[in-house]
């Protein structure tokens, strides 16, 4: 009997230490509002997008939370809303690729319908020289002359660089600085249109993304309520 209620009480603790693992990262902490800065060339401010984070609920051993997005101009005008989903079960952290888009990429998917929830994941243990999973989706829609057309949407490449120290002004993280390659592509009357580029993300165990980068564009955490 002695030996049955130490392993389940080690089960317990266990699973205890998952759940505080997941409760930490800050798109799963009920109520809460992030707000991210935009950046264009030469650190010219393009607007914010704000999360607010809702409906936190235990899933197995994990967690998941709704997440209401709205996505600001440099005039500080609203310009897009919508919902995303963010998962965490064993220290697996999963986020809505919609989150890994940029604002103009965002309010060009508004047009488009289908199954949404599309993952791009982040393991525990993570390592530098690591190469970690690719992640894509698929949607249909129509353009406003009702054309129809998808749109297909690619992360791959993704490897872990480095580990660096990052400060924004929402505070410092100890992250994992993580390269991608993002590839877009509307297909509208047999013409396919691309557009790529290559993403540099600052990932914080247990913690969340806490910074991006583009060739023309940086993303940041400015704000934590």
């Known amino acids: 009997m002695k030996f049955g209620f130490s392993f389940l009480l080690i089960g317990l603790l266990s699973g205890n230490a998952i759940a505080q693992k997941c409760d930490g990262f800050y798109l799963l902490q009920n109520g809460k509002t992030i707000t991210m800065s935009n950046y264009g060339r030469k650190d010219k401010p393009t607007g914010t997008v704000v999360y607010k984070i809702s409906d936190v609920k235990k899933v197995g051993s994990g967690l998941s939370a709704k997440i209401n997005t709205q996505v600001f101009d440099d005039k500080q005008e609203s310009v897009s809303t919508g919902e995303a989903t963010v998962e965490c079960s064993g220290g697996q952290y999963k986020v809505d690729m919609r989150m890994m888009l940029n604002q103009q990429q965002t309010k060009q998917l ?25 992640a894509s989706f698929t949607l249909s829609g129509e353009e ?16 872990v660089l480095a580990q660096e120290k990052v400060t924004t002004p929402a505070g410092t993280w100890d992250c ?33 993304i806490v910074k991006t980068e583009t060739k023309s564009s940086r993303s940041e955490i400015s704000s934590i309520q």
Do not use: C
């Open 110 to 134: 508004k047009k488009y319908k289908g199954k949404m929830d599309f993952f791009v994941e982040y393991p525990a243990g993570m390592k530098v020289g690591e190469v970690l999973k690719d």
């Open 176 to 208: 994992f600085k993580i390269k991608s390659h993002v590839t877009m592509k509307a297909s509208m009357s047999g013409i396919s249109i691309p557009f790529s580029t290559d993403n540099i993300e600052w990932f914080a165990p247990g913690f969340g």
């Open 144 to 159: 406003s002359d009702g054309i129809g057309a998808d749109m297909e949407v690619t992360i791959d490449e993704r490897t």
